[in-house]
């Protein structure tokens, strides 16, 4: 059996138990079908990055799970005709993949990192053809009028 992760985006109207509703509905559907629900994380309310059936929001879930190409088959069938998805993907993953963490850091912040409010004041960066226009010195323009 290969590793599979599903990304699905439901609709933001729906309700946090009609959610928990699809989301059994989901694992039903995959373990009916040999497959094997080994992760299920709740992202929750996300901003979409464009309008999908006239929404801007959706509710997302991951589900990490094991099975084979009917099994995916089977779920991607299911979601297409599920109303309350706005969109899903289905990807193979590496087996040997760390479980997804919920809510890690998105980078350790170091020593003399900006944010702690004591960085030095860096001049601002120049482009090649800048460097031109400050040798040339103080240039009489002419009145034009």
């Known amino acids: 059996m290969r590793s599979y992760e599903a990304l699905i985006a439901y609709h933001p109207e729906i309700g946090e138990a009609a959610i928990k509703d699809q989301i059994e509905r989901v694992k039903q559907i995959i373990e009916g079908h040999g497959g094997e629900v080994t992760q299920v994380v709740e992202w929750g309310m996300r901003d979409l990055s464009y309008r999908i059936k006239k929404q801007r929001r959706a509710f997302y879930t991951v589900l990490v799970f094991k099975g084979d190409g009917a099994t995916v088959a089977e ?71």
Do not use: C, K, W
């Not at 990807?91 to 944010?115: F, M, S």
């Not at 004591?118 to 482009?127: H, I, L, N, S, T």
């Open 75 to 145: 779920l991607e069938r299911n979601l297409r005709i599920f109303e309350q998805v706005l969109r899903y993907m289905t990807t193979q993953i590496d087996p040997d993949r760390p479980p997804i963490e919920l809510n890690r850091p998105r980078r350790e912040a170091e020593d003399g990192d900006v944010g702690d409010g004591d960085y030095e004041r860096r001049e601002p960066r120049r482009r090649h053809d800048d460097l031109g226009l400050d040798d040339a010195g103080d240039v009489e323009v002419p009145d034009l009028s």
